[in-house]
């Protein structure tokens, strides 16, 4: 009790603290998306964006220098996806460790016996239940630029964040009480549909990689819903009201239809 009134003590003195403007400026620079928040919106992010960068640990990795950039960046792109959530810090997180390109982590499976076969696999993003994430920081900038398409590793992690508040990383985030059966009944039938597409050869609004599981479904569906809110209304209007629910949030309201088109 004593440690969470002193935390929101804390937090109450860094959200009331100026913003530095070099900050604010490597936001706007960082992550398109800013320029399309309302000057409340933008406040809001610059408060949870500092009380983000005073209470996460970010670590490089493989000679990666972090840099106020490099923080700034995977802050502003996570704290997007924080704008209908309230003061929602994924207090398990603790630590972000930043790899200066795509990077490998083992991977195995059981052949029986005593057998299991062992492999690397390449990985732009990883989230930890040690409370730690990784990223791929080429992807990071590409993801903020929207230089990508729907994509953002970014927000994928934050997904697999926000999914795994109720314990469990399972393609469920937490919900409002007597809500979660009928939104998972139709969360499923949307799975089923993104996958009968896939099996005939439709254009889907994202990667297939969303066919791994629940939880890959719930990450890259969501980073459609912020990077391209357009483009998924168009393949599948009710996974985007589905993941309203779940962020709060309605990306559709402020992204510019032709926003993907247009680079800088
Ligand atoms: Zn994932």
Known sequence: MLFSWLTSRRRRRIRAAAFPPAWSEMLRRGVRQVEWLSADERSRL???VAVFLAE???EGCRGMAITDEVRLVIAGQA????LGLGERYFDRLRSIIVHPDDFRVPNSASLGGDLALEWQEERLG???TGGSMSLAWPDVVAGGRMRDGPRSVVIHEFAHQLDGLDGEID???PL???RTRGWVAEWDACRERFEAALDEGRATAFDDYAAESAAEFFAVASECFFQDPHRLV??????HELLTEAWCQDPLTRVP???RVRRR
């Open 126 to 128: 990883e989230t930890w």
């Open 257 to 259: 239809r032709q926003a």
């Open 234 to 239: 168009r393949h599948d209007r009710r996974l």
């Open 46 to 48: 610059e408060a949870w």
């Open 176 to 178: 409002p009480r007597g």
């Open 56 to 58: 996460k640990r970010f």
């Open 79 to 82: 704290g997007i996806t924080t």
């Open 171 to 173: 393609g469920v985030p």
